[in-house]
């Protein structure tokens, strides 16, 4: 008895640890520089306490899509490669902060998000350039290689994804 019960906990060890690791592609990830959430939750309450910051932004959360980014200009007006660390937010999302009828000027544009996934990577930076007409209003259309990084297989489809104003 005392043999099957040490048999199952190794077997549920090496389970565990090889569900937790990326897969190869992820280690050899040569990417942007990215940031630990216990270090952006620390930045964030020491802007505040020192009066630089007057709003603490909060995590969004949504579904993770990828795109072609190859496919033309986006609707910021830019051109990108699948590569690029880009994406796309909401039509809503974007709509809401238009400046005027060109989407090429659109505030939204060139911002910066912390986006995550619960694939076992750290929190990466990424620019938004562009519109997704088919997310809802949490969610995020991303290049081939974010997507890659963030959630894994481009196989995976839609996965569960957060985010927040860098």
């Keep these: 008895m005392k043999f099957l019960l040490t048999l199952a906990a190794l077997v549920t060890t090496a389970l565990a640890a090889s569900v ?19 270090q952006i939750r ?3 309450l020491a802007d505040l306490k020192n009066g630089t910051q007057h709003l603490v932004a909060r995590d969004s959360f949504g579904s993770g899509t990828w795109y072609d980014v190859n496919a033309g200009y986006t ?4 051109l990108h490669n699948n590569d690029a660390w880009v994406v796309a937010v ?23 998000i912390w986006l995550w996934g619960w694939y076992g990577t750290a ?22 290689s974010v997507f890659r990084y963030v959630v894994g297989d481009l196989g995976a489809g839609r996965k569960p994804i957060g985010w927040n104003w860098a």
């Design 20 to 38: 937790a690791k990326p897969p190869p592609s992820v280690l050899s990830y040569s990417g942007p520089p990215t940031k630990e959430m216990h």
């Design 42 to 44: 620390e930045e964030a």
């Design 75 to 78: 609707a910021c007006g830019t």
């Design 90 to 112: 909401s039509a809503g999302l974007y709509d809401s902060t238009a400046v005027d009828g060109n989407p090429n000027h659109n505030r939204i544009c060139g911002r910066k």
């Design 123 to 144: 929190p990466t930076d990424v620019t938004i350039v562009d519109r997704c007409a088919g997310c809802a209003w949490n969610d995020i259309d991303m290049s081939p």
